[in-house]
T-cell receptor, first 113, second 113 residues
Framework: EADIYQTPRYLVIGTGKKITLECSQT?????MYWYQQDPGMELHLIHY???????EKGDLSSESTVSRIRTEHFPLTLESARPSHTSQYLC????????????FGPGTRLLVL | AQSVTQPDIHITVSEGASLELRCNYS??????LFWYVQSPGQGLQLLLK??????LVQGIKGFEAEFKRSQSSFNLRKPSVHWSDAAEYFC???????????FGTGTRLTIIP
């Protein structure tokens, strides 16, 4: 399995602040993903990347942006947080040797006041 | 577009009893199929996956799942649940050769003594 790290685990922040959620993996996987999960709901893909300098929007529209400058790092940024951004954000990477099976980080719970 | 249905939002079983969680998918061809488990406040952990071959797959923690093409189902089973199995369970599908996952809405499992 991949080692996926997400920081912070919990974040409470005021409206209008800029935030960056960090995601790193140590397995050298090219493909990485960000999902948004509201409480008690399914996961929705908001961003994905096939490698360095590759980013794509997912199925669910999101005001967040991502970057992929290094293989191991895939941060997500909200330029101006709003209460509607309150959610859990999960990062994943996929293993090409296992049919691109996705492995997830522990998630970041974001609360925007 | 593919979709995943988990008809049971919440299931309660007694410790030691057997368990079956249902998952049905809608897709034109046989997709890749996954079951993930999410403990409160945690990320998703892969329980098992089906790509091809034997339709009964074994996973971690004593779980197994059976793929039934005729019913477009991939139900998760465990012969005897433990209190530590209490969690949210997600079924997910990905088109053959494509890593983009579509998740079901999840089934919350409660274990009573």
């Amino acid at each position: 399995e991949a080692d996926i790290y997400q920081t912070p685990r919990y974040l409470v922040i005021g409206t209008g602040k800029k935030i960056t959620l960090e995601c790193s993996q140590t397995m050298g996987h090219d493909k990485m993903y960000w999902y948004q999960q509201d409480p008690g709901m399914e996961l929705h893909l908001i961003h994905y990347s096939y490698g360095v300098n590759s980013t794509e929007k997912g199925d669910l529209s999101s005001e967040s942006t991502v970057s992929r400058i290094r293989t191991e790092h895939f941060p997500l940024t909200l330029e101006s947080a709003r209460p509607s951004h309150t959610s859990q954000y999960l990062c994943a990477s996929s293993d090409p040797s296992r049919g691109e099976t996705q492995y997830f980080g522990p998630g970041t719970r974001l609360l925007v006041l | 577009a593919q979709s995943v249905t988990q008809p049971d939002i919440h299931i309660t079983v007694s410790e030691g009893a057997s368990l079956e969680l249902r998952c049905n998918y809608s897709y034109g061809a046989t997709p890749y199929l996954f079951w993930y488990v999410q403990s409160p406040g945690q990320g998703l952990q892969l329980l098992l996956k089906y790509f091809s071959g034997d339709t009964l797959v074994q996973g971690i923690k004593g779980f197994e799942a059976e793929f039934k093409r005729s019913q477009s189902s991939f139900n998760l089973r465990k012969p005897s649940v433990h209190w530590s199995d209490a969690a949210e369970y997600f079924c997910a599908v990905a088109p053959f050769g494509n890593e983009k996952l579509t998740f079901g809405t999840g089934t919350r499992l409660t274990i009573i003594p």
